[in-house]
């Protein structure tokens, strides 16, 4: 937070992107004893954060549990492969389970009819752009801000095709600067409890 963090602010970014969240998950079940030390320090450290820059957008990759527990430390939350995905296991873009596909919107819309923006980015093979923009269209129909791209993550936008350029607003945890669509942050309900963002038939064929 004050090496990271601060260096992004001073390079002028508009906001954090907290990748994958939902990791907490995967150490509270390898660390059953220390579930709960886990995730209340990644609450912390959020609401910290937030506290810190508090003009900052702060953006989850998943995480839903926690959300219940942000409120105001929060403005905004993504979802990966709704309804198109990379299969590691195959390697290659299928869709996703009907399953998981209801399980993550019933937790999206939850979300969005709280107030928070709802961002997706599902993943298309790009020698099928007609996918990629029918694909778009079906999560903006949620009401969700649409990004599809290739699994590298790379750069490839594929669909929607923004009508002007997008503005680089926020600082990826991971990744080099990158840029995404702008946040237009409403004023935000409290969300309520959500259940883990790694059920069996979502996280299935995803990379451990």
Known sequence: ???????????????????????????????PQRGAAFRDGLVTLIK???????????ILNRGFP????????????????VFQKYDFATKRYVAEAQSGTDWLLKILRTISKA??????VD?????????AEATARRIAAEGFTPFISTVE???KFLAPRPSVPVKR????????????????????????????ALPAAVSAGAPQ
């Open 1 to 31: 937070m004050n090496t990271l963090a601060a260096r992004a602010a001073q390079k002028g970014f508009g906001g954090f992107f907290l990748d994958t969240a939902d990791s907490v998950e995967l150490l509270e079940k390898k660390f």
């Open 169 to 196: 607003d926020a600082a990826l945890s991971t990744t080099t600067p990158a840029t995404i669509t702008s946040f237009n942050i409403q004023p935000t309900k409290s969300v309520p409890a959500l259940p883990p």
């Open 66 to 81: 926690m959300l219940a527990r942000l409120p105001g430390s929060v403005d905004g939350v993504l979802a990966e492969s």
């Open 123 to 131: 993943y298309v093979n790009p020698s099928d752009p007609q996918l």
């Open 115 to 120: 107030g928070l923006p709802v961002y997706v």
């Open 48 to 58: 910290q954060l937030k506290a810190k820059f508090p003009q900052h957008k702060v």
């Open 153 to 155: 993550l790379d750069g």
